[in-house]
Nanobody
């Protein structure tokens, strides 16, 4: 089992910056990839960014030039650094972790943190 707790959301002006944090606990060693997804009102949840155990990163095209994902293994924390934020970035941001237990793969979600972009 893996538990995820996000923080760092809030109200931000267009063009501003924000950093989200996701602290993982539980079976940390089983995690193979961690990432961020978001869900805007009335929309489906969509992929934002991910970082694999080997450090490989992946981004949605809509954020690749503005957001960066990083991790601090000592703190079991993954960050999403959001820059040049746009109104369309308004959403609930969810942390995701995927773990392996033998041949089985499991997915876990945090409770989400709200990001609202408004002037």
């Amino acid at each position: 089992q893996v538990q995820l707790v996000e923080s760092g959301g809030g109200l931000v002006q267009p063009g501003g910056s924000l950093t989200l944090s996701c602290v993982a606990s539980g079976s940390i060693s089983s995690i193979i990839i961690m990432g961020w997804y978001r869900q805007a009102p009335g929309e489906q949840r969509e992929f934002v960014a991910a970082i694999a155990r080997d450090g490989a990163r992946d981004y949605a095209d809509s954020v690749s030039s503005r957001f960066a994902i990083s991790r601090d293994n000592a703190k079991d924390t993954v960050y999403l650094h959001m820059n040049r934020i746009e109104p369309d970035d308004t959403a609930v941001y969810y942390c995701n972790a995927e773990s392996m237990s033998g041949p089985r793969r499991f997915g876990y979600w945090g409770q989400g943190t709200q990001v609202t972009v408004s002037s």
